[in-house]
């Protein structure tokens, strides 16, 4: 089925530890894009990319790096993981920048940093 | 000051009742998102809205670009439609930066 495929769906990490969030989706869509959803703080943009080989960074991207080295993968590195990081993320993708033709979210990824 | 303010935060319902949730928003626009996401579940996209209305079975959607307000309408509501509903805005020329409100829960009760 066509859409935005993360995994994985849950993640324990110590404290320390990286590891890589991955994210794929089949659409063609150009446009894709991490978020954190934290209680009570709604959707936070941690980076996006508007294609292949280009990315920047969104209002909270300290502590991630991503790279865009094909049209379908847009994976997420946690380079050294605190428990401030403990979230729920979510990749999304779209065709345009305003989501025009659809705004599709992956099932999200629960990350939990002790 | 959030670019998005949704209103009411949380929303309690009996099963029938006609509900609605408010979105306002202060960049200016070309479309606007409403979301849904059940709990302990994934994002799903309901209505991307540029100008007037929309329906979709018992949801409705609604935008007024010159008030820069959106409403979605959920009519004869149900339990299942218990979730946190989301408004999403994308300013112009942002590269896919979307300004998201906090969301409204909504619980709905049989």
């Known amino acids: 089925n066509a859409g935005v495929t993360q995994t994985p769906k849950f993640q324990v990490l110590k404290t320390g530890q990286s590891m890589t969030l991955q994210c794929a989706q089949d659409m063609n869509h150009e446009y894709m894009s991490w978020y954190r959803q934290d209680p009570g703080m709604g959707l936070r943009l941690i980076h996006y990319?508007?294609?292949?080989?280009?990315?920047d960074q969104g209002e909270v991207p300290n502590g991630y790096n991503v790279s865009r080295s094909t049209t379908e993968d847009f994976p997420l590195r946690l380079l050294s993981a605190a428990p401030s990081q403990t979230s729920v993320y979510f990749c999304?993708?779209?065709?345009?920048?305003?989501?025009?033709?659809?705004?599709?979210f992956g099932s999200g990824t629960r990350l939990t940093v002790v | 000051k959030n670019e998005v303010e949704q209103s009411p935060q949380n929303l309690t319902a009996q099963e029938g009742e006609f509900i609605t949730i408010n979105c306002s928003y202060s960049v200016g626009i070309s479309a606007l998102h409403w979301l849904q996401q059940h709990p302990g579940g994934g994002i799903v996209s309901l209505f991307m809205l540029s100008s007037g209305k929309k329906k979709h079975g018992r949801l409705i959607a609604t935008i007024n670009i010159q008030e820069k307000h959106s409403s979605l309408h959920i009519t004869a509501s149900h339990p299942r439609d218990s979730a946190v509903y989301i408004c999403a805005a994308p300013p112009p020329n942002t590269g896919n930066q979307f300004y998201f409100g906090t969301g409204t829960s909504l619980t709905v009760i049989p």
């Open positions: 999304a993708s779209s065709y345009s920048s305003t989501g025009t033709y659809g705004y599709t």
């Open positions: 990319s508007v294609g292949a080989g280009i990315t």
